[in-house]
C-alpha cells in the first residue's frame, strides 16, 4: 500500500500563490505517475496535473496551465504543487494521488491511492 498525505491548503486572495505537499510513504516503489485533482462543490473530481514518478513528463489540465507547476522530490518521497495567479475558480478540495500502472494518466479511475485533501479556498 502506498499513502498520501497532503498539506499547504488555506485560504487566499485572488492572483495569490500557494504550494501544496503530498507525501508519500509505504510501498512507493509501486508509484508510476503521480497526480493531482480537484473537486469543488457539487461538481465532479477533475484532473489538474500529473507527473511521472521516475521520469521527467508532466501533463497539465488547459485551465491551469503556465499557472500551476507540479515537481518532486524523490529521495523525500514528496510531491508538490506549486499554484500561481489564483483564480476564485480553482477553490476545491485538492487530491493527490499515486498511480501504480499508467504513465501521467489523466483519467481518475486509474489511479490506485489516494490522499484525504486538502482545502483551497481563493477569494476574490
Known amino acids: 500500500q502506498v499513502q498520501l498525505v497532503e498539506s499547504g491548503g488555506g485560504l487566499v486572495q485572488a492572483g495569490g500563490s500557494l504550494r501544496l505537499s503530498c507525501a508519500a510513504s509505504?510501498?512507493?516503489?509501486?508509484?508510476?505517475?503521480m497526480g493531482w485533482f480537484r473537486q469543488a462543490p457539487g461538481k465532479e473530481r477533475e484532473f489538474v496535473a500529473a507527473?511521472?514518478?521516475?521520469?521527467?513528463?508532466?501533463v497539465y489540465a488547459d485551465s491551469v496551465k503556465a499557472r500551476f507547476t507540479v515537481s518532486k522530490l524523490i529521495a523525500k518521497n514528496m510531491a508538490y504543487l506549486q499554484m500561481n495567479s489564483l483564480k476564485p475558480e480553482d477553490t476545491a478540495v485538492y487530491y493527490c494521488?499515486?498511480?501504480?500502472?499508467?504513465?501521467?494518466?489523466?483519467?481518475?479511475?486509474?489511479?490506485?491511492?489516494w490522499g484525504q485533501g486538502t482545502q483551497v479556498t481563493v477569494s476574490s
Open positions: 509505504g510501498l512507493t516503489f509501486r508509484i508510476y505517475t
Open positions: 494521488a499515486a498511480d501504480a500502472t499508467s504513465y501521467v494518466s489523466k483519467d481518475a479511475s486509474s489511479y490506485d491511492y
Open positions: 507527473t511521472s514518478w521516475m521520469g521527467g513528463s508532466t
